[in-house]
């Protein structure tokens, strides 16, 4: 089988992003885990603290970004070339 070294460039650049992407995508979650953890911590000590407020907001933004590296790698997978 003969494929053309473009093809080649293009499906390896693929597997980096998708690559790259899922190792974002544990990043994120470990970090979300670690931020539940300790928020789960900080509302047993004090359950109106400002501190538990930071966190259940940065938890938010890093769900948030989750759902963007999921819908990125999402159009990822569907940009790769069949063939």
Request: charged share 30%; aromatic share 6%; glycine share 2%.
């Amino acid at each position: 089988m003969n494929t053309s070294p473009q093809i080649q460039l293009t499906s390896q650049d693929w597997l980096f992003t998708r690559m790259g992407l899922a190792i974002e995508e544990t990043k994120l979650i470990k970090s979300i885990i670690e931020s539940k953890n300790i928020a789960r911590k900080l509302e047993a000590d004090n359950p109106f603290s400002q501190q538990l407020i930071s966190m259940n907001r940065e938890i938010r933004y890093l769900e948030a970004r989750l759902i963007k590296i999921r819908i990125k790698a999402d159009r990822a997978c569907k940009e790769f070339p069949q063939g």
